[in-house]
């Protein structure tokens, strides 16, 4: 008599690399139980009551999620990195009247001098503030885009994973949108698949899964196949890249090994 099918729910939808990996990690080719894997679609509600959801086990079984302290203590981190460092690589979303403007910028110093937005509870949001950056902290996406567009902030830093999704989004209602062609920031900020603490088995198959997908370089491989052109298209190598640190940082905690300079698959993976 087959097992029953042990359903395993993830708040990515199935068009991302989150969900896709997950998918390969407990596949049966590396699992021995019937993992089937299913979209918890948690969109209406904020990143800090699923959270929560996943601590207590609720509608959700597995979050990507970069890593801060108390998500270490209230819920169980695998700690392999699951995007290769690109977590912490922002490109700055702007506007047509402030591109001439941020084209000065070369420094944490020169853009210190001008005004950007961003998202308030995000974790990142505390990471720039700790570097003595002018962020206006809005409550949501939505707001912090009309922000920018009308000109009360020079820049809106979004992950170069998703920063034309969310010009596309958003270009046709504020037409006055850019990407800015020049500048990148960079601050470690790893991103993990997080389950609850009492799902040590899951936990633990969920770590095995990576291991083997990254000997037999599939995840890389997949890593490739959703951000490749996406890198390319940004041009990160011909950019300024302006270091952020990161004081949140959990001790004794997995960072990619990468730097970030991004080359082709046939050279190593770099930012």
């Known amino acids: 008599m087959a097992e029953p099918v042990i359903e395993v729910r993830i708040?990515?939808?199935?068009?991302?690399?989150?969900?896709?990996?997950?998918?390969?990690?407990?596949?049966?080719?590396?699992?021995?139980?019937?993992?089937?894997?299913?979209?918890?679609?948690?969109?209406?509600?904020?990143?800090?009551?699923?959270?929560?959801?996943?601590?207590?086990?609720?509608?959700?079984?597995?979050?990507?999620?970069?890593?801060?302290?108390?998500?270490?203590?209230?819920?169980?981190?695998?700690?392999?990195?699951?995007?290769?460092?690109?977590?912490?690589?922002?490109?700055?979303?702007?506007?047509?009247?402030?591109?001439?403007?941020?084209?000065?910028?070369?420094?944490?110093?020169?853009?210190?001098?001008?005004?950007?937005?961003?998202?308030?509870?995000?974790?990142?949001?505390?990471?720039?503030?700790?570097?003595?950056?002018?962020?206006?902290?809005?409550?949501?996406?939505?707001?912090?885009?009309?922000?920018?567009?009308?000109?009360?902030?020079?820049?809106?830093?979004?992950?170069?994973s998703e920063i034309y999704d969310n010009f596309n989004l958003y270009q046709t209602e504020f037409t006055n949108l850019a990407i800015e062609p020049e500048v990148a920031l960079y601050y470690p900020m790893p991103l993990y698949y997080f389950v609850a603490r009492q799902n040590a088995e899951l936990a633990k198959d969920i770590q095995t899964g990576l291991q083997t997908l990254i000997q037999s370089g599939e995840m890389r491989a997949l890593f490739e196949q959703s951000y490749g052109a996406v890198l390319q298209q940004l041009a990160i190598s011909h950019r300024t890249i302006i270091e952020l640190d990161n004081p949140f940082l959990p001790d004794n905690i997995a960072l990619p090994k990468i730097g970030y300079i991004y080359q082709p698959l046939t050279d190593g993976l770099r930012f």
């Open 11 to 160: 708040n990515n939808a199935p068009n991302t690399y989150a969900f896709q990996l997950l998918q390969h990690v407990l596949s049966p080719q590396i699992q021995s139980k019937p993992y089937h894997v299913v979209y918890a679609d948690l969109e209406h509600i904020s990143e800090e009551r699923r959270t929560r959801l996943l601590a207590d086990g609720e509608n959700v079984d597995v979050m990507a999620l970069t890593v801060s302290e108390a998500r270490l203590q209230e819920l169980q981190a695998i700690q392999i990195p699951l995007l290769y460092g690109l977590t912490g690589l922002r490109i700055l979303l702007t506007t047509a009247e402030s591109q001439s403007t941020l084209s000065s910028v070369n420094s944490l110093e020169s853009l210190r001098k001008l005004n950007g937005v961003f998202v308030y509870g995000w974790a990142d949001s505390d990471v720039f503030k700790a570097n003595h950056l002018n962020v206006y902290l809005a409550v949501d996406r939505d707001q912090a885009t009309a922000v920018l567009a009308n000109q009360r902030a020079h820049y809106f830093p979004r992950a170069a």
